[in-house]
């Protein structure tokens, strides 16, 4: 059985899940998630937001996780031996995980598609959001299927509010916007129209003003952040943030010709690099 660990917002659960998921493909075996509701670096608290997905494995959710294995972990290890912890030491993807076996426990981020590349077409099948849209939710939907629609997600919240956050991620800057815009328009033959979102939609209304037809989509919040995920996804071409987030609205878009632009900095901090964040495809700008 394959155990990983699942923290953090809604884009790092799907990248936790996601490897987890690959290595129990791989094997044939289970795959069993521990969820304890809390950030690695602090006591921050956010939902877990996987059960709107079509995943595919067993869940314990407590504050106390280890202590809920019971009697299949017995058995688990009775076949497989002590589970081999295996903990994320980078950024970027770890040659190391291609030599797992069947019974690892994991910990960590694992940002980068290479560790699920090989079983993408399951995995795009188990990430299909059974929730229902609400009714203004499939408005939304309907209009975007219509239109050369590009989403461009705008990441604040802890990004600005957070100084350690901000030393570590800090924030795309308009001009990252404007070129990304430009370069999108210039690529599609059919006029775009942008569909902005983000979690200080107020300051993306106030500063962002594209010359194209633009839409801000400001009907959802934390709580039905699948909602918005699923909007971004339906887009025909991406502008992401320095996003987990906006990085799983653009991969989770099933279109073979869209453009993707993403910043070329990931990170504020210059020591910090995950140089397998960005599928080839993608395109980086400033």
């Known amino acids: 059985m394959i ?26 075996v289970k795959l069993r998630l521990l969820w304890d509701g809390r950030e690695t670096e602090n006591t921050t608290t956010r939902a877990f937001d996987l059960g709107h997905f079509n995943i595919q494995s067993e869940i314990i959710m407590s504050p106390k996780p280890l202590r809920r294995l019971g009697l299949r972990s017995i058995q688990s290890f009775l076949q497989y031996g002590p589970a081999r912890v295996f903990r994320e030491s980078a950024l970027g993807y770890d040659p190391r995980f291609a030599s797992l076996g069947p019974h690892a426990r994991l910990k960590g981020y694992w940002q ?65 916007y404007k070129t990304a815009i430009e370069y999108i328009a210039g690529k599609t033959q059919k006029a775009p129209i942008f569909y902005i979102f983000s979690d200080d939609i107020a300051w993306a209304k106030q500063n962002l003003k594209p010359r194209y037809e633009t839409i801000f989509v400001d009907l959802n919040d934390e709580a039905t952040n699948y909602e918005d995920l699923r909007l971004m996804s339906s887009c025909r071409h991406h502008i992401i943030a320095n996003s987990s987030f906006s990085w799983w609205g653009a991969w989770l878009n099933g279109h073979t010709e869209k453009i993707i632009v993403a910043p070329k900095n990931w990170y504020a901090d210059p020591a910090a690099r995950n140089p397998d964040m960005l599928p080839h495809s993608w395109i980086t700008c400033a």
Do not use: M, W
């Open 3 to 28: 155990t990983t660990h699942i923290f953090g917002g809604l884009g790092n659960q799907l990248f936790q899940y996601c490897c987890g998921r690959a290595l129990s493909l791989r094997h044939n």
């Open 112 to 176: 980068s598609e290479k560790f699920f590349k090989a079983f993408e077409d399951t995995i795009r099948e188990e990430l299909n959001i059974l929730t229902p849209p609400s009714a203004q939710n499939q408005s939304f939907l309907d209009q975007i299927a219509s239109h050369n629609a590009v989403s461009l997600h705008v990441r604040r919240g802890d990004y600005v509010t957070n100084p350690l956050a901000n030393a570590h991620h800090g924030i795309c800057d308009l001009g990252y």
